[in-house]
């Protein structure tokens, strides 16, 4: 473990990791351009990326699944191909209905990529060096958006819809050459389990969506980082280039310190985790706070809201999608080995379900408020300041459900630590009462 051979293997992972996520975010910087070209409704823009983000949702535990039964290796490779051939498609695309295929595609490859190549880390790393790579990996993704937010961007406004799409299907291409070539599941001499049987992995399955510290990873994972993926995926870019003006490349250059941002703060909250194992939760709801009020700055701002709240804004989602890798942590932490993948898989679904959710919903009060006023078509009406300030909203019911539930599963997971271990977490407000007694009396 930790060999030579184990940091290419990482690398590459990383590499494919960093592909998806641009093939991910490819839409989020052409929202516009698509609008025009398939001569669609927001609403209908939209399906595009909630079709693509429910097949990803909805395969994460059937992959984590598979992953447990066949490896990292098979995943990786075949979520690179799909994502290949649905690039193409979209890029080929002459009407909407082919181009959701496309999505599709994507989305199914990208679902297989990030739990795998995770698993794949386990295999290779051991001791503290594990914990950081994982959160490394999961921060490296933003070098994915940021090639999604400034070389696509440049490539798709001075060569064209094809050119751009078949592009980045070609940098798959290559990442499924690489893990095929290099790659291998665990080092060589390394004792290998046999494939565990369907029944027994759906098993496995059932135990991990029974135990509460699986629930709560959901949760936070859910509540942390699907405003983030709703704003970088498709919403945020129309919002700052034509609702707020910055224009396109004004709203790159924000979209690129969302992914700077997160690529910072992503060790940050990586170390405030390992330190602090049983206030995971408050971290989560910490960061939910800050996006609260960054929202509230910007969308109730009376005029056009100052660059420097739209920056705080940028600043509080960004720091959700780093935040959301502690759900991973809660699904480390109370489920053993032998069905991890089936636990990461359900976490996974959280943040990208209620991306969706409100991605599509955005999309409904955008078109229903140009209806309305009966600017329906006119992308300058159709995504003005005005009509997100009420379109982003629905973040409201989606994310305080997610709060409360959130809430009940960590009262779950504490009164089960309690019960198992004998750990009691008293409330924060408790804790930090006691330390500051503590320091009075010492000095």
């Not at 990326?49 to 429910?54: E, T, Y």
């Not at 933003?142 to 090639?147: D, S």
């Not at 935040?323 to 996974?348: E, H, K, M, Q, T």
């Amino acid at each position: 473990m930790n060999s030579r051979r184990a940091w290419l293997v990482c690398a590459i992972g990383a590499f494919a990791y960093i592909v998806a996520v641009l093939q991910r975010t490819s839409l989020s910087v052409a929202s516009v351009d698509a609008t025009e070209r398939f001569e669609v409704q927001a609403a209908v823009l939209s399906s595009l990326a909630v079709v693509q983000l429910i097949v990803y949702a909805s395969l994460q535990i059937p992959v984590g699944v598979v992953l447990d039964r066949l490896g990292p290796r098979f995943l990786v490779s075949c979520g690179a191909t799909l994502m290949m051939v649905g690039q193409i498609t979209l890029a080929l695309a002459p009407s909407i209905t082919i181009a959701v295929i496309g999505r599709v595609l994507v989305g199914a490859g990208d679902a297989m990529t990030f739990i795998s190549v995770t698993r794949l880390l386990a295999s290779w790393f051991g001791g503290k060096t594990l914990p950081l790579l994982t959160q490394l990996m999961g921060t490296l993704g933003g070098v994915g958006q940021l090639l999604s937010a400034v070389p696509l961007v440049f490539v798709l406004h001075n060569f064209g819809w094809q050119t751009a799409y078949l592009g980045a299907a070609a940098i798959s291409l290559v990442s499924a050459v690489l893990v095929i070539s290099v790659v291998r599941n665990a080092p060589p001499g390394a004792v290998l389990h046999e494939p565990i049987a369907w029944k027994t992995a759906v098993v496995h399955l059932r135990e991990s969506l029974a135990r509460p510290g699986t629930q709560l990873g959901f949760w936070a994972h859910f509540v942390s980082t699907s405003p983030g993926t709703m704003f970088a995926m498709l919403w945020g870019f129309p919002f700052l280039s034509i609702g707020l003006g910055y224009g396109p490349v004004g709203a790159a250059l924000f979209l690129t310190g969302m992914i700077v941002t997160a690529m910072v703060g992503g060790p940050i909250l990586g170390i405030l985790s390992a330190r602090y194992p049983h206030r995971r939760s408050n971290i989560i709801l910490g960061i939910v706070a800050a996006m609260s009020v960054a929202w509230v700055l910007v969308l109730a701002w009376p005029g056009h809201p100052p660059t420097w709240t739209v920056i705080l804004l940028i600043i509080a989602l960004a720091i959700g999608g780093p935040g959301s890798l502690i759900g991973f942590d809660f699904a480390r932490a109370f489920n053993p080995a032998r069905s991890l993948g089936s636990a990461s898989g359900v976490v996974n679904v959280g943040g990208f379900l209620g991306a969706f959710v409100m991605m599509f919903l955005i999309g409904l009060v955008l078109d229903g408020i140009a209806h309305a006023s009966g600017t329906a078509g006119v992308s300058e009406q159709l995504y003005s300041l005005e009509s997100f300030r009420i379109a982003f909203l629905v973040q409201i019911p989606v994310v305080g459900t997610g709060v409360i539930y959130l809430l009940i599963t960590r009262a779950r997971t504490r009164a089960k630590l309690h019960e198992e271990e004998g750990i009691r977490v008293a409330p924060l407000w408790v804790s930090l009462a006691r330390a500051w007694r503590r320091k009075s009396l010492g000095e």
